[in-house]
């Protein structure tokens, strides 16, 4: 059993081919542990200067991070609220470059790049605009508010050849890509099924964040937050709680699912589900949203190239009166299970017996006395002493350094990109897979029906 344990880890412990990413492993502690090291190594040449649109809670953290890699500058910052203009200030001096107009930002020279942090429904916009104006663009999740967006970025990108990444962090986290090299590697078998959930159970979780007591309409530019989405009466809930309706943001499928299926994409190179399936409500929050705070969906992944078919359970609940709350994806192969959770996972596999073996729950039981005795004889003939049932390996936990941060790597790929020319794995392309069918959980709530879509040329079927 050792020395089939020592073949199965140095088979998968190699480095993982995929555009200059990586991870390795040592170990800890206790045998059947492991630790995740990342090889995500940051290429030091030439100071990138960015620009940060949109000084909200995702722009503090895409941006401390950004500035975390080696040779990054913060040139700017746009917001449509004054208090978070003054609050840029006051972190970065008092003579940092702030404005309400992104297009600012985008005519600057010393900017190179831009992190687009902004309600969903600017998201295609703002980066066609960027690349169109020289900027590479880091665009939060998801890429797209309506799923028949998003060839525009695409286009973009190849037409300016400016450097374009999504950032959803687990397209880059040391977990999802050493899962990746298990499933490869065969240790669970074929892949048969896979269940993605994310609980929440408090406000926050569900995006009921805090209101500023001076929000007003001399505070915040309300009409330009609005965009094209239908004008209305300045309303502050709606503009710092916008992932609640459906007009700015894409509710728990954008914001949730599309980081399930990033990774699910990313382990199993996937292009996507062409019938996705949902069913979903407001059950707890019913605070004036019009986003489900639960929503529960089946994805079908047809065989392709890179994979045989197989199944996704996708559930988001911000109402969980468990109160654990909790992220995972659970990957079941027909030989083991790969369970992770954010930057940690565990392996657990199963060996079946060569013999179906008899008895108990079984037919075996309404034989005759002497067809029992007949069976027996067949039986002890045809399988010898070859066992049944099945017997679990020693499961083997793989966890990250607690100091591990996989959005530091997932900006480590987007600057590397922009220096060197390394691949982007998340780029529009990957971006748009995976929004697509998320937004179609919401879809398929709303028409109540199931909603095909073409995952090779990513379009609705």
């Known amino acids: 059993?050792?020395?089939?344990?020592?073949?199965?880890?140095?088979?998968?412990?190699?480095?993982?081919?995929?555009?200059?990413?990586?991870?390795?492993?040592?170990?800890?502690?206790y045998e059947n542990t492991y630790q995740l090291n990342s090889s995500i190594k940051v290429s030091k040449n030439d100071r990138i200067r960015i620009g940060l649109i949109g000084a909200g809670i995702i722009g503090h953290y895409d941006t401390d991070t950004a500035l975390k890699v080696e040779g990054?500058?913060?040139?700017?910052?746009?917001?449509?609220?004054?208090?978070?203009?003054?609050?840029?200030?006051?972190?970065w001096g008092k003579d940092f470059y702030t404005t309400r107009d992104y297009r600012e930002l985008l005519s600057r020279t010393d900017i190179d790049a831009v992190l687009i942090c902004t309600p969903d429904h600017w998201h295609e916009k703002m980066a066609i605009d960027a690349m169109k104006a020289g900027k590479h663009v880091y665009c939060e999740k998801p890429m797209i508010q309506n799923i028949n967006q998003g060839h525009g970025i695409i286009q973009a990108q190849k037409e300016t050849g400016k450097v374009f990444q999504v950032g959803s962090q687990r397209a880059s986290s040391v977990a999802i890509l050493e899962a990746k090299k298990l499933l490869q590697s065969g240790a669970i078998g074929e892949l048969t099924y896979i269940q993605a959930y994310c609980d929440r159970s408090d406000a926050r979780g569900a995006w009921n964040y805090s209101i500023p007591t001076d929000a007003s309409p001399s505070t915040v530019d309300f009409d330009t937050f609005l965009g094209n989405a239908p004008k209305v009466e300045f309303d502050a809930k709606r503009f710092f709680r916008w992932r609640n309706f459906k007009d700015y943001g894409t509710g728990a499928a954008g914001d949730l699912i599309v980081h399930l299926l990033t990774g699910i994409h990313t382990i199993t190179n996937s292009y996507g589900p062409n019938q996705i399936f949902s069913i979903g409500e407001i059950k707890y929050w019913k605070d004036g949203r019009d986003a489900f705070d639960i929503i529960n969906g089946l994805l079908s992944y047809p065989k392709c190239d890179q994979h045989n078919s197989f199944q996704v359970y996708t559930r988001v609940n911000l109402c969980d009166g468990g109160g654990k709350s909790g992220f995972g994806i659970k990957i079941f192969g027909t030989d083991g299970l790969i369970d992770i959770g954010w930057n940690d996972f565990k392996l657990t596999t199963i060996k079946r017996g060569e013999a179906p073996g008899f008895g108990g729950y079984d037919s075996f039981t309404s034989f005759s006395k002497e067809q029992k005795e007949e069976f027996k004889k067949w039986y002890s003939s045809t399988y010898g002493n070859a066992k049944s049932g099945y017997e679990f390996g020693k499961e083997i936990a793989f966890n990250a350094p607690q100091e591990y941060d996989d959005r530091l790597d997932h900006f480590i790929v987007f600057f590397n990109g922009i220096r060197t020319g390394s691949a982007i794995p998340e780029d529009a392309s990957f971006g748009l897979r995976a929004a697509a069918p998320s937004l179609a959980c919401n879809l398929s709530i709303e028409l109540q029906k199931p909603i095909s879509w073409d995952p090779l040329n990513m379009k609705l079927a």
């Open 1 to 29: 059993m050792m020395n089939e344990r020592r073949k199965f880890l140095k088979k998968v412990g190699g480095s993982l081919a995929l555009a200059g990413l990586g991870t390795s492993m040592e170990s800890k502690a």
């Open 72 to 91: 990054v500058e913060l040139a700017g910052a746009c917001d449509l609220y004054t208090g978070r203009l003054e609050f840029a200030k006051e972190k």
